[in-house]
């Protein structure tokens, strides 16, 4: 049996995490697993109370918050599976949920990444995840397959390639990270598994959903539904995940749409609600692309 390492990432979430840890240790049913949670430099220090209290689970506390791809690239670090499922703490894991995602990965060798079907777990019977459209690389848009929608069935026979997986729960091979490149950490938050979804896709590696399973996700408990951080990141990611991955054409047309489109209707909006943090954030986002380098790992984080 494959042994699997689920690895996750705690920010000033303690109570959320021991939720997750929860469910790894009664819910789920596959036998075979290694835990490893990485602390993000939260503000207080749980992993002296968790290493007494989950003694077979590995902890380990990063000296900084360097962001959601460096936690994970720690843990990738300390991960002895053969099999890597990286699950955000603010989950709940199914019974079979990695028995059905192991089975689908042996299946297949060319699956390099693997996501679940992901609910609300707020509403059980709401999807918020059954893959994704392929990327427009000329808007930097794409869809959500199912979101929203009440769960009837109608994605079970969808099981396939995707556009991306989703940063909320995916699987990876330790060997196929080996050939492709941990994840990219010039994102810090967002857009960070789309590129990594792009280094895959480069190295002949398929992205594929698994609707069959299920996972329970409480989205955006960690930064908030509508902050100034999460607009300042999204918008900054938006554009340096064009830039790290469209050809030139697709970047000039980009360009053109994002500042004669996207940037007027974003300050009129924002400028109505009188919403003056998210102008700044929003012009703080676009001046970082414009002030660094396609490969920069630099990161200004605006104390908002």
């Not at 990432?9 to 995490?17: E, R, S």
């Not at 036998?31 to 207080?44: H, K, M, T």
Request: aromatic content about 16%; glycine content about 6%; charged content about 20%.
């Amino acid at each position: 049996m494959k042994k699997v390492s689920i690895i996750t990432i705690n920010y000033n979430g303690k109570l959320v995490t021991e939720e997750l840890l929860h469910s790894l240790q009664y819910i789920n049913t596959y036998p075979n697993l290694e835990v490893v949670v990485v602390d993000n430099a939260s503000r207080e220090n749980p992993v002296p109370e968790w290493q007494e209290k989950y003694p077979h689970y590995t902890f380990m506390r990063a000296e900084e918050n360097e962001g959601f791809a460096a936690g994970n690239n720690l843990g990738i670090d300390a991960a002895t599976g053969d099999f890597l499922f990286f699950i955000n703490n603010d989950t709940i894991v199914t019974p079979t949920l990695i028995a059905q995602m192991v089975e689908a990965m042996e299946a297949n060798e060319k699956i390099g990444l693997l996501s679940p079907k992901i609910m609300y777990h707020e509403k059980p019977n709401i999807i918020q995840y059954c893959g994704f459209t392929p990327m427009n690389f000329y808007t930097c848009r794409n869809a959500c397959i199912g979101q929203y929608e009440e769960d009837k069935g109608q994605y079970n026979a969808a099981s396939g390639t995707t556009g991306y997986v989703h940063g909320a729960a995916m699987m990876a091979r330790k060997e196929h990270i080996a050939l492709v490149g941990k994840m990219p950490e010039n994102f810090f938050l967002y857009y960070e598994e789309g590129d990594w979804c792009e280094m895959f896709k480069r190295k002949q590696l398929d992205i594929e959903v698994l609707t069959t399973a299920v996972i329970y996700h409480k989205e955006s408990m960690a930064v908030g539904k509508n902050s100034v951080l999460k607009e300042y990141f999204i918008t900054r990611n938006r554009i340096l995940f064009i830039r790290r991955n469209a050809w030139f054409y697709q970047n000039f047309v980009f360009l053109l749409y994002f500042f004669l489109v996207v940037t007027p209707k974003k300050i009129i909006g924002f400028a109505i609600k009188c919403e003056w943090k998210f102008i700044v954030a929003f012009i703080q986002a676009v001046w970082w692309n414009l002030t660094n380098s396609r490969t920069s790992n630099f990161l200004y984080i605006p104390k908002y």
